[in-house]
């Protein structure tokens, strides 16, 4: 049967008191279901994507691609029905980690701020998570995990899910002046005195500033004693795929003798710039070339029409933007009692492996080695 197209599109990420000025929708009763795309639908995701208010950079055939590239995930892409109906989409990359089949929509550790799903004004989240929790049972999935601010938290929580939190630093990007003023006054003196000091933003997308990034990432790495969490190939593949559809900001930042002093990665959608990296040298640091990246970023997201850049995390450095922190929340349900605690001893195994690493280069780059080299 052919999927009937969505009447309503929403999921916009609206504040509470605009939600309580819009009139209630009725509901679209159950039950739900999660109907795999037909090719010709999955050809088309990004144009059935799109029509959806709320969808961001991460729902994109694009950044998909990318993840099942550098993560190698198997992605899946549904859509949510009832009799036929289309009600919403949603998608994800499932994975194996031993015995455990695990859904990500996104999972932590993929630098993909959120995903989950997206559904027509009428459609009834409840039901959508009974249709979730359905099909990983039918499909033995150990555990489900997912990022998104669409759903009320009493829902998940009801259905289910425990939440795990983070901060992210979200700056508010509308005329020049007024990003200007918001900023901490230490960091607009560091952004006039780069500016002063001659300092440049030039976008660079070739593949080129994926390598200067993590070369520049690696170095910083090694100096705090922290492995790198991903390798050379993740922002070259990043770079790739979001280019094919102009969706990323490669910056480099250079001195007035052309000295190539901090390079940036920014992916963005129809309304947000997101942070996904950025590396600086130890030359030039007196002149602040990564305030003056992030301030750039601003800048020419404000000029593409942008409204708000996502700084991707929380910190001393990135609270002096002008930006508001929110809290977020990941959330996740194990189907298998045992997926529960294989969950906290992969997180705490991870760490160690890190540790381990950058001891590893540590000692290697004390030594003179070769695996000092990267």
């Known amino acids: 049967m052919a999927l009937q197209p969505a009447r309503i599109a929403g999921g916009d990420k609206l504040s509470s008191q605009v939600m309580d000025s819009i009139p209630a929708v009725a509901l679209v009763p159950g039950p739900y279901e999660l109907v795999p795309l037909s090719a010709e639908d999955a050809s088309r995701w990004d144009e059935l994507v799109m029509a959806y208010p709320g969808y961001e950079i991460f729902h994109r055939q694009a950044w998909l691609d990318y993840l099942a590239e550098s993560r190698g995930v198997s992605v899946r892409q ?52 009974r249709a979730l929790d359905a099909w990983a049972k039918r499909e033995g999935i150990a555990m489900v995990e997912f990022e998104q601010n669409r759903f009320p938290e009493d829902v998940l929580a009801a259905a289910g899910f425990e939440a795990t939190e983070d901060l992210t630093y979200r700056v508010e990007l509308d005329d020049e002046e007024s990003m200007l003023k918001r900023l901490h006054k230490s960091r607009r003196y560091q952004v006039k005195r780069a500016l002063a000091s001659g300092l440049q933003a030039e976008i660079c997308e070739t593949s080129e500033v994926a390598s200067e990034f993590y070369d520049r990432f690696c170095a910083t790495m090694r100096r705090k004693g922290v492995a790198p969490g991903f390798p050379r190939s993740h922002p070259q593949l990043l770079l790739e795929h979001l280019r094919r559809v102009d969706r990323i900001l490669g910056l480099r930042i250079r001195d007035s003798q052309g000295r190539l002093l901090s390079v940036g990665l920014f992916p ?23 305030d003056f990246l992030h301030w750039s970023a601003m800048r020419l997201g404000r000029q593409r029409g942008l409204r708000c850049y996502d700084m991707s995390g929380f910190g001393r450095f990135k609270s002096k933007f002008g930006g508001e922190l929110v809290t977020l929340r990941r959330w996740h349900k194990a189907y298998w009692r045992s997926a529960r605690w294989a969950r906290k001893a992969y997180a705490f195994c991870h760490r160690q492996r890190l540790l381990g690493r950058a001891w590893l280069l540590k000692f290697s780059q004390a030594s003179g080695s070769p695996a000092a080299k990267d």
Not at 275 to 285: H, I, K, L
Request: with cysteine; hydrophobic share 40%; proline share 5%.
């Open 78 to 129: 549904w859509a949510v029905c009832k009799q036929g109906r289309r009600l919403g989409l949603f998608c994800g990359g499932e994975v194996r980690k031993g015995p455990f089949r695990i859904l990500g929509s996104p999972l932590k550790g993929w630098y993909t701020n959120s995903m989950g799903a997206l559904l027509d004004a009428g459609a009834d989240p409840v039901e959508f998570l």
């Open 268 to 290: 963005f959608d129809n309304q947000t710039l997101y942070f996904w990296g950025g590396a600086d040298s130890v030359e030039g640091r007196e002149l602040f070339p990564n």
